[in-house]
């Protein structure tokens, strides 16, 4: 996984849960998993790479990890 900024990784790192989000503004769409490998699971349905993938940290802090 390649991380952008410290941030995400650090974020990535203590994950307690991911988050797949589609569409744009007030139209997204979030899907809550347990796993990475579930949200990337739930991207690959899609298959058009707009998926974007957050880690969620135990205080609730969120990353942008990837788009899938």
Known sequence: MEFTTPREKEVYDSAVAFTAVRGIGDQRVRFDCQTIEEAFALAAEF??????????DALGGNAHICNK
């Not at 298959?47 to 969620?56: E, F, K, L, P, Q």
């Open 47 to 56: 298959g058009d790479r707009r998926t974007m993938i957050y880690a969620i």
